[in-house]
């Protein structure tokens, strides 16, 4: 979930109210090319810089903690679930300004020029039936953003367990360069195990280092959307075999993984390797 802060705080992410119009009645006409003929919009990463890469073969993989019992509600590129709300709408993400653009629509059907969600199966992969993304459908996000916000940003060399690594270790001081977008996840839910990148911060927090890199298993500090640890994809809620399509419900057990370390399936046919794009 995206946190429009306001702009008056230094440094702070913002949207410009021109984005806001553009979310509300833009949208449709983005979603529509998309969603009814299948054509990409953009290709992967189109106009962003490189961002981390997504495996390493030269580095063994690492052990991460892992966070049990954590409440996971499912968001999608193009929702708009409160148009009045500082974080109320993924036709842009923490990390990119043009997220709906990059990854080639509205991740799921076009219902009177809005963007809902849709079941997913694994007869596609947990792939969206009425578009084709540009970018790895199986994202999900973590109230942690290391680019936006002040808190995290300033911590980031300090708490991110692969800080001290390159690229990372170079780039503390490039607020162009997230340590986080593009990371793996391990999920597991009902016996199910599903992997996914990290592309967006929250649910409602954005600098919980604590419950996002202990080591001690901490709750999440949001208390809303039920408290909340983790926002998934529709790819993942399926893959997840979540019991809500649209809820608040479900719980996982989530750990970081090294991208190396990644099994093959679904969500390594499309790798999103694109960096941050802050167009203000």
Request: hydrophobic letters at 35%; charged letters at 20%; proline letters at 9%.
């Amino acid at each position: 979930m995206t946190d429009v802060r306001s702009p008056s705080l230094p440094g702070a992410r913002r949207r410009a109210a021109t984005r806001i119009r553009y979310a509300v009645w833009g949208l449709a006409a983005v979603m529509t090319t998309a969603s009814c003929t299948g054509a990409p919009v953009h290709s992967p990463g189109a106009g962003a810089p490189a961002g981390p890469p997504v495996a390493s073969s030269t580095t063994p993989p690492k052990e991460y903690p892992w966070h049990t019992n954590i409440v996971a509600t499912t968001f999608w590129v193009g929702e708009i679930f409160d148009p009045n709300a500082e974080d109320g709408s993924q036709v842009e993400s923490a990390y990119d300004d043009r997220w709906l653009d990059h990854y080639g629509g509205c991740d799921g059907v076009v219902t009177a020029a809005n963007c809902e969600t849709e079941p997913r199966t694994a007869a596609n992969g947990f792939f969206p039936t009425r578009m084709t993304p540009q970018e790895n459908p199986f994202y999900l996000d973590l109230p942690f953003d290391d680019v936006g916000d002040e808190v995290a940003n300033r911590q980031r060399a300090s708490v991110v367990p692969w800080a001290g690594e390159e690229p990372y270790s170079s780039k503390v001081s490039d607020r162009g360069f997230s340590f986080l977008k593009n990371r793996w996840v391990r999920i597991r839910h009902a016996r199910k195990t599903c992997y996914g990148q990290i592309q967006d911060a929250g649910p409602g927090r954005y600098d919980d280092a604590k419950y996002v890199f202990g080591a001690d298993d901490a709750r999440p500090a949001n208390d809303r959307f039920n408290g909340a640890g983790m926002d998934v994809s529709p790819a993942l809620n399926g893959c997840l075999g979540f019991t809500e399509l649209d809820g608040e419900d479900d719980r996982v057990d989530w750990q970081f993984i090294d991208g190396s370390a990644v099994p093959p399936g679904p969500w390594k046919i499309m790798v999103t390797t694109s960096g941050v794009t802050h167009e203000s």
